[in-house]
Structure formats: structure tokens, C-alpha cells
């Protein structure tokens, strides 16, 4: 993949206020840059998509903020759960001579000429597990997905696990080898199990959490404190200095 570029504006306004940014097309964000002070940066929302977009939690991005240059992986990024537009993102800044962890994403593939797996064709029914896998690796190292052959799952019970993936020496899998990617299942049996799970009893609104806070609330929150932090942060370098 090319490499992945973007470039930063200082930003002055932080907390609950960048709802005023979000409404001028900018997305607030967040640069950490190992135990110094953290930068609240924001760029325009396309360029920042689409960063995110090629880059995912896995893929180095040259990031140019002021005159400063940075290399860093996402962190997090926050999506608007009513909406998905992304809210608010975090950049980790990396070494290219020191180890990270990563999220990569885990792609089943198939035999030249199939779209699914045997136990698919045969009507029967392959639940996915997990599509990322954590690695340590050194940032240029990284990959931009691990492939896994789907063509084993045939019968019910049938499984695809961590063990079953490869990946170069560089790369180091970090998630459990027992830990389970895919597993097939007959199309009654999944059907039976959910409905043993169903049931209004001890249910919330998908739009609280438990303590009745929702979810924008709980995300902008969540902005609010890392913003905050990086401010004061700021604030207290400027007093040392």
C-alpha cells in the first residue's frame, strides 16, 4: 500500500465545543506522542475518512501537524451511533525502530471459483467469530489483512482458529492460538440457541448504557476527557517552560 498522509490543523477549541467544528465539516482530533504532551489537532472530515478508511488501526499514516512531522496508527475513532460519521480520532505516534500493537484485520478466502465455504454450499450455516487479530510488529512490518482458507470448514463443528494463521516471522500474533475465528453450525441449531437467548428481561435501550447514559452521550464523553487531558497537559508544559 502507498503510504498514507495527512495533514493537521492546531486547534484551540476543545471539550463539548468542537460540536461547532463537527458542524463546519472538521473532525477534532488527538495526537500522543509517548508520555509528551498530547496535541489536539483537527482536519477537514473527507481527508480524515479517508485516512481512516485505507488505514484502519493497522496501517502507519505520515502525519504533518504544523512543523511537526509524526508517523502514528490510529488509536481510536469514535462514529456517531446514529449517524456513523466519525466524531472524534486518536493518533499514537510510533518509532520506526520500536515494536507496536496492532489490530489486523482476518479475511476467509476460498478456492478459485467459490464465494463461501463447503459447509456454505451444503446449506449449513458459518458464524464469524472475530475479523481482527492483535500483533506486535515493527510499523512498517505491519500488514494490511491475514488471509485464512475457508475451504476446511465443511462439517458442523468445524473451526477456524488463531493457530490456523500465518503470517511472516516479523510479525509476531499476539491473541490466544485457541481463539476462535469461525465456526459452522446447523442453520437450526443457531436458530434455536438465539432464541434461547432472546427475551425482554434484563434488557436496555440500545441507546443507553446502564447508567442511562447514551451512547452520543458516553462517545462525546469520552472526546471531552481526551481532549481535556491533552489541554491540560499543554497548558502545564507551557507553566514549566
Request: no cysteine; glycine share 6%; aromatic share 4%.
Given at each position: ?153 465443511v462439517e458442523v463443528g468445524d ?22 475465528i469461525a465456526t459452522v453450525f ?33 462517545a462525546e464523553n469520552s472526546e ?18
Amino acid at each position: 500500500m502507498d503510504a498514507i498522509t495527512l495533514t493537521l490543523e492546531p486547534r484551540e477549541i476543545t471539550g463539548k465545543a468542537v460540536r461547532r467544528l463537527r458542524g463546519q465539516g472538521m473532525v477534532p482530533a488527538v495526537i500522543h506522542d509517548h508520555g509528551k504532551s498530547s496535541i489536539v489537532v483537527m482536519a477537514p472530515y473527507a481527508e480524515v475518512f479517508k485516512a481512516y478508511q485505507h488505514a484502519g488501526k493497522h496501517h502507519p499514516i505520515k502525519l504533518k501537524a504544523g512543523s511537526k512531522n509524526y508517523t502514528a496508527l490510529i488509536k481510536t475513532a469514535e462514529f456517531d451511533p446514529k449517524k456513523h460519521l466519525l466524531r472524534h480520532i486518536v493518533f499514537g505516534a510510533v518509532k520506526a525502530n520500536e515494536k507496536v500493537t496492532a489490530e489486523i484485520p482476518v479475511h476467509i478466502v476460498y478456492d478459485e471459483g467459490n464465494d463461501s465455504s463447503p459447509a456454505e454450499r451444503a446449506g449449513l450455516v458459518v458464524l464469524t467469530q472475530a475479523d481482527v487479530v492483535e500483533v506486535e510488529a515493527l510499523p512498517n512490518d505491519l500488514i494490511d489483512a491475514i488471509e485464512v482458507s475457508g475451504e476446511s470448514l465443511v462439517e458442523v463443528g468445524d473451526q477456524l482458529t488463531i493457530a490456523d494463521l500465518k503470517v511472516p516471522e516479523t510479525i509476531t500474533i499476539k491473541t490466544e492460538d485457541n481463539h476462535t475465528i469461525a465456526t459452522v453450525f446447523e442453520p437450526s441449531a443457531l436458530q434455536a440457541a438465539n432464541d434461547d437467548a432472546g427475551g425482554d428481561e434484563g434488557e436496555t435501550s440500545e441507546t443507553e448504557n446502564p447508567e442511562g447514559e447514551t451512547v452520543a452521550d458516553a462517545a462525546e464523553n469520552s472526546e471531552e476527557n481526551a481532549d481535556t487531558a491533552a489541554a491540560k497537559a499543554k497548558e502545564e508544559g507551557k507553566q514549566e517552560s
